[in-house]
């Protein structure tokens, strides 16, 4: 009996989107569902554990990065986290935020609302390896701002998010929702990087985080109630120190409960297993005649161009057992590859594809 009850059923292969919840997670959800109803969701002794439970999954979440806990704020998405950084983040008329050209809407999307004046990388259409140097063409003296993705969700593609810190010095919001569990991650030097938690983590929905480097830098612009360590009548408030000050509000103690569980059991040579299934996967595609986007040695995303109509593909493949994601826009389908992965997944895509 497999670990991922999902596995059963189905080659699981879009991580990308949401990762498999293993019965861990699931026994340690519903396990806290019923401790939750059993005290009524009240009473000090309840909300203390509340307390303490975000203690502990924040610790954890944070030397998943290489991060200390009081640099980590909870969120429900990377959405979440973008929204907070652009929200509170400096821009005036005529600065510039460069990004790249195939970044997910949670990053766009809140991009556009700043209001700022968006230049676009072209990295996509370029081996990973001119990444960085196109980046940093892109950038000119009112550029304020590095916003774009650790792993591209399109392609798969590695973005050099360190070296452009280093070379650039410019503040750099990363979206870390395809690399955090797929890819070893350390933020080091890096400003603000976005957490979500119900994909490569296998976490339940919804459920993210926050990394900022400097708290005190950044401005509150979407308080909480967790933003607040004292608040006057008139709204006058005193953050919290460090990044606590941006919890994005209340998430559902199942939910924490399940993700508790799934940080608990991520196997300590997960990043060396999901990246041999993601070459298997690769070689197999290629192999059976497909072609693949998604270049060597990257990340666990595994990019190919649809046999057919990509929605249709996909839709037929489900109808096999076996779950990927196509790409609107593209053409394309993309299996993601987890340490949970197995040849057995991999066959059974490139069969369901024949």
Not at 38 to 48: I, L, N, P, T, V
């Amino acid at each position: 009996m497999t670990e991922f009850p999902v596995l059963e059923r189905f080659a699981y292969l879009n991580a990308g989107t949401l990762g498999p919840l293993s019965r861990a997670t699931i026994e340690a959800m519903e396990e806290r569902s019923r401790f939750d109803q059993e005290h009524g969701r009240g009473g000090k002794k309840w909300f203390d554990s509340v307390l303490e439970l975000r203690v502990r999954v924040r610790e954890r979440l944070a030397a998943s990065i290489g991060a200390t806990p009081d640099r980590l704020a909870l969120t429900g998405s990377t959405t979440d986290g973008c929204n907070i950084v652009l929200a509170g983040f400096p821009l005036d008329v005529g600065d510039e935020v460069v990004t790249t050209n195939s970044e997910h809407p949670g990053l766009l999307l809140p991009l556009h609302a700043k209001g700022a004046h968006v230049r676009v990388a072209e990295v996509t259409t370029r081996p990973a390896a001119e990444a960085l140097a196109t980046i940093l063409d892109t950038i000119t003296p009112r550029t304020r701002l590095l916003a774009l993705s650790h792993v591209i969700w399109t392609t798969g593609q590695v973005m050099p998010v360190h070296e452009l810190k280093a070379e650039t010095g410019l503040p750099i919001l990363v979206d870390g929702a395809q690399s955090v569990g797929a890819i070893p991650v350390d933020v080091g030097d890096l400003d603000f990087y976005t957490v979500s938690c119900q994909k490569w983590l296998c976490g339940p929905e919804p459920t993210g985080a926050l990394y900022v480097r400097d708290p005190e830098r950044l401005r509150v612009a979407l308080p909480s109630y967790f933003s607040q360590r004292t608040l006057e009548p008139d709204g006058t408030f005193v953050p919290k120190d460090g990044a606590l000050r941006f919890d994005f509000g209340w998430l559902a103690t199942p939910a924490l409960a399940g993700l508790e569980a799934a940080l608990d059991e991520a196997p300590a040579d997960r990043f060396e297993r999901a990246a041999r299934t993601a070459a298997r996967c690769r070689d197999a595609l290629a192999a059976a005649g497909h072609e693949v986007v998604s270049e060597p040695r990257q990340a666990t995303l595994v990019s190919f161009v649809a046999p057919g109509d990509a929605a249709e593909d996909a839709a037929r493949l489900y109808e096999r057992g076996v779950i990927v994601r196509d790409l609107p826009g593209t053409g394309w389908l993309r299996a993601s590859c987890g340490w949970w992965t197995t040849d057995e997944h991999v066959d059974r895509l490139v069969a369901g594809l024949a």
